[in-house]
């Protein structure tokens, strides 16, 4: 796709149901059961194994791997270690959240560790995570992006050029999640303008994006899969949209996963990719 063609969106869900991967998900007992129901909704099969003495055996037998620093313990800082080091070493591609850098040291230094040693496909976090990690001032509270740190007119420059920049050197793709999620392969800038403010108010909706960016992974380069997971999700999250209240929104989302049209996909989805003097800070 990248931002050239819409009609890899219903192509790669396809793929994903016909080719039913197992995405092994070291993920957070916050969202772990959304993110088991994401995958097996797209057709991929979750396995959310995390004890150190099996992840590498587990791991070794996935199509990818996604692991989450939320909710961070020392056992899975182990076992995210080993079974990024075993997917870099058989191929096998791997998605890292760093949820929480903004905000905690220790999540900070074992993300840079980690990208160091196992060479993460793509890199998932919001903006002020992304920002963190290239060494950049942010406005973040707790796991939040602040305010100032989503992207405007005034704002897109510089978080595009961290983006690029932190791609650069970690050779992997960056997805930069928010009101309008950031996608960035070192070179090119793409947008993509899906979603709705009810996603920001049901937790674990970043952790759930991330696990499907993974699966993608199975069918998809880096960039492509970072993209389609951002706009597939955002459409969802459109066609989920509802006034009844959040249980509601969180069953609707699911459907939505499981059930959206190929062409309220193709219809709603927005992807810009932005010209170099834009990404420039």
Request: glycine share 8%; charged share 20%; with cysteine.
């Amino acid at each position: 796709m990248t931002g050239k063609n819409k009609a890899l969106l219903p192509t790669a869900r396809q793929l994903l149901k016909e080719k039913a991967p197992l995405i092994h998900c070291i993920t957070n007992p916050i969202s772990i059961n959304d993110c088991a129901n994401a995958l097996l909704a797209v057709g991929a099969r979750p396995i959310m194994a995390e004890h150190p003495q099996e992840v590498e055996e587990i791991t070794a037998t996935a199509a990818a791997l996604a692991v989450n620093l939320g909710n961070i313990t020392d056992a899975r800082m182990e076992s995210m270690l080993l079974s990024g080091r075993k997917a870099r070493m058989l191929g096998i591609p791997r998605v890292i959240d760093v949820v929480g850098v903004s905000c905690s040291g220790l999540r900070r230094a074992y993300a840079r560790e980690w990208i160091r040693q196992c060479a993460p496909s793509v890199i998932k976090g919001n903006i002020a995570e992304i920002k963190t990690l290239c060494g950049s001032a942010v406005s973040s509270t707790g796991i939040d992006a602040g305010e100032a740190d989503q992207l405007s007119a005034d704002t897109l420059a510089g978080s595009a050029a961290a983006a690029r920049r932190l791609a650069r050197e970690s050779g992997a793709v960056i997805l930069a999640s928010g009101r309008t999620d950031l996608v960035t392969d070192g070179d090119t800038v793409w947008l993509a303008e899906n979603g709705c403010a009810q996603m920001a108010r049901l937790t674990g909706t970043g952790c759930m994006q991330g696990v499907l960016t993974a699966a993608f992974l199975t069918v998809l380069s880096p960039a492509d899969a970072a993209l389609t997971a951002a706009v597939f999700f955002g459409v969802c999250g459109e066609q989920a949209r509802t006034g009844q209240g959040m249980g509601a929104f969180h069953v609707r989302l699911l459907d939505a996963l499981d059930c959206l049209p190929e062409e309220e996909l193709q219809a709603r989805a927005q992807i810009t990719a932005l010209p170099l003097a834009r990404c420039i800070d």
